[in-house]
């Protein structure tokens, strides 16, 4: 199956310019979310501010991800990009959520 989807993006590249969208960092500020909005119900209890995790947005505000997304191809993208710049174990750290790097990555 993966060859076949490689094979389909390289005849349409052959035809053709694709368009990636744009960061998923410089739209998500426009929301200006407060803290509240990074925890959403799941993290309320946590013991580090959350703010500014975006990659946690997939879990706690997933209309948000999938509007931005849906933005982008309205507006012509072809290819989208996760939300998932740091959803590392290492950039999770940050927050004490190195245990939802997996989980992050799939929502992604």
Do not use: W
């Amino acid at each position: 199956m993966q060859a076949n989807r490689s094979a389909e993006l390289i005849s349409i590249l052959d035809k053709r310019l694709l368009i990636l969208d744009g960061a998923m960092g410089t739209i998500i500020q426009k929301y200006k979310l407060q803290e509240k909005d990074y925890r959403g119900s799941r993290f309320t209890d946590h013991v580090i501010d959350l703010k500014g995790n975006n990659d946690i947005l997939l879990l706690t505000q997933p209309e948000i991800i999938k509007e931005i997304h849906t933005a982008y191809l309205v507006a012509g993208a072809d290819i989208i990009e996760t939300c998932t710049f740091n959803a590392t174990k290492l950039s999770q750290a940050d927050y004490q959520l190195e245990s939802i790097a997996y989980e992050l990555n799939v929502a992604g």
